[in-house]
């Protein structure tokens, strides 16, 4: 049973360019959450898709966006890269009825020069 | 608003002594509680969970932890470390299932147990 896998698993960027990160969630898994963990912080909600729409948001702008395709994997943008947006990228998938039980993905290492 | 209190951001232990990771929650309502560990360029990993029931909850890899809703605290301890155990450890908290809804998790900023051999 494969669980929730993310690629890449580095990237490095440069400010003012676009990324896109992919997540492919735990089988059977039908939610999927983004979070940002900067060094030395806990995770961030950035936001949950279920069945390909957005259902929640936490405090990121609009330059954070993503998608949900019909076989449940995700993907994040993120428009604009700034250097504050060096991070850990997390994703999670859960089943919708019990979303607080998450499986997180490795993470994607983002680093924007 | 949930918000979760991690106290000691490193500590340090001894191989085989004991260890007590400490964490404070704040909400409104009646709580999820968790703990997540994460080791060196991995991804978290669900070590245990307070859902309802009894207080004391048993994880994976010996740990267990302990849901005082009157110290509103769920610390995490474990009787014997061993090397292994050396990661980055993380409370969260989320509130209960609202049908429909979405449970947010928060999560704390974490404690780094350094097992010394």
């Known amino acids: 049973d494969a669980g929730v896998t993310q690629s890449p698993t580095h990237l490095i960027k440069t400010r003012g360019q676009q990324v896109t990160l992919r997540c492919s969630p735990k089988?059977?898994?039908?939610?999927v959450s983004w979070y940002q963990q900067a060094l030395g912080q806990g995770p961030q909600f950035i936001f949950q898709?279920?069945?390909?729409?957005?259902?929640q948001r936490g405090n990121f702008p609009d330059r954070f966006s993503g998608h949900q395709f019909p076989n449940y994997s995700s993907e994040l943008n993120v428009n604009a890269l700034l250097l504050g947006d060096s991070a850990l990228y997390l994703c999670?998938?859960?089943?919708?009825?019990?979303?607080?039980?998450?499986?997180f993905g490795p993470g994607t290492r983002l680093t924007v020069t | 608003a949930q918000s979760v209190t991690q106290l000691d951001s490193q500590v340090p232990v001894f191989e085989e002594a004991p260890v007590e990771l400490r964490c404070n929650y704040s909400?409104?309502?009646?709580?999820?509680l968790f703990w997540y560990v994460q080791y060196p360029n991995q991804g978290l990993q669900l070590l245990l969970k307070?859902?309802?029931?009894?207080?004391l909850v048993k994880g994976i890899n010996g740990f267990e932890a302990e849901f005082n809703k009157s110290q509103t605290s769920f610390h995490l301890r474990k009787p014997s470390v061993h090397i292994s155990d050396t990661a980055e450890y993380f409370c969260?908290?989320?509130?209960?299932?609202?049908?429909?809804?979405?449970?947010?998790?928060?999560f704390g900023t974490g404690t780094k147990l350094q097992v010394i051999p």
């Open positions: 969260a908290v989320s509130d209960p299932i609202i049908p429909g809804g979405y449970q947010k998790v928060t």
């Open positions: 898709y279920y069945e390909e729409e957005e259902r």
């Open positions: 089988s059977g898994h039908d939610t």
């Open positions: 307070y859902l309802s029931g009894s207080t």
């Open positions: 999670a998938s859960s089943l919708e009825q019990e979303d607080y039980e998450q499986y």
């Open positions: 909400s409104s309502v009646s709580v999820y």
